[in-house]
C-alpha cells in the first residue's frame, strides 16, 4: 500500500486534481486507488465531520475532535488496506490541521499527530503551490458576497507561508517525504507532474 497525501491552502485545487489523478491511474491500469478526505463526508455518516467544521465550541476541543476524526478515518482506511496492493490518495492530513489551528494550539496540534500517527506518516506528501492573487480570486468567487469583506490577503499569504514552514518542520525533524508542486499550471500538467515524482520517487514503478 502506498499513501499519498495532496495538500495546499483552500482553493488551491486539490480536489480537482486528485479526480485527475485517479482518472489517469485507473487509465494506466495501476493498482487499487481508495479516495480519502479529511474531515471525511462519510465516517459517523458525516455527522463528526458536521460537528467540527460547523458547531461552536472552544478551539481546543476543535482540535481534539480533529484527531480523533482522523484516527477513525486512519484506521477504517490506511489500517485496513496495509499489506495490500494498494493506493491511498488522501485530500489533506494532520498538515493541515498544524497550518490552520493557529500558534497557541501548534506544539499540542503537532506532538499528538506526531504520536497518534507515527505508524500512519503518508509516503509522500504534494504541497499544491499557487499564487496569491490566483488564490483570492478564487476565494471571492467562491464566497457568498455578504462575506467578502472576511477575505483577507493578508492571511492567505500567512498560509501559504505556513505551509513552506510547516512541510520543512515535517521533512526535517520528522523524515517526511514532501514535494511541491507549481499549482499555477493547467490541471493536465499539474497531473503529470505529480506522476512524475511519484515514478522518480519509487511509489509507482
Known amino acids: 500500500m502506498e499513501y499519498i497525501v495532496i495538500e495546499g491552502v483552500d482553493n488551491c ?11 489517469r491511474l485507473f487509465s494506466n491500469s495501476i493498482q487499487t486507488v481508495l479516495l480519502m478526505e479529511e474531515p471525511n463526508k462519510t465516517l459517523l455518516d458525516g455527522k463528526l465531520r458536521d460537528i467540527i467544521l460547523n458547531k461552536e465550541m472552544d478551539c481546543f476541543t476543535r482540535e481534539l475532535l480533529f484527531i480523533a476524526e482522523r484516527n477513525e478515518n486512519l484506521i477504517n482506511n490506511v489500517k485496513l488496506y496495509k499489506g495490500i496492493d494498494a493506493i491511498i490518495i488522501s485530500d489533506r492530513n494532520y498538515m493541515s490541521q498544524m497550518v490552520y489551528c493557529g500558534e497557541r494550539n501548534f506544539n499540542m496540534v ?28 478564487r476565494a471571492i468567487d467562491s464566497i457568498d458576497s455578504n462575506l467578502l469583506d472576511s477575505i483577507d490577503k493578508k ?26 508542486v507549481n499549482g499555477n499550471k493547467s490541471i493536465e500538467s499539474i497531473v503529470t507532474d505529480i506522476l512524475t515524482d511519484l515514478y522518480i520517487s519509487g511509489i509507482l514503478e
Open 110 to 137: 503537532t506532538e499528538l499527530n506526531m504520536h497518534f500517527f507515527k505508524d500512519y506518516k503518508p509516503d509522500i506528501t504534494f504541497i499544491i503551490n499557487v499564487g496569491l492573487e490566483t488564490l483570492y480570486n
Open 13 to 23: 485545487g486539490k480536489s480537482t486534481i486528485i479526480k485527475e489523478l485517479n482518472k
Open 155 to 180: 492571511v492567505i499569504q500567512e498560509r501559504i507561508d505556513d505551509y513552506q514552514r510547516v512541510g520543512q518542520m515535517l521533512q526535517n525533524e520528522y523524515d517526511h517525504t514532501i514535494f511541491n
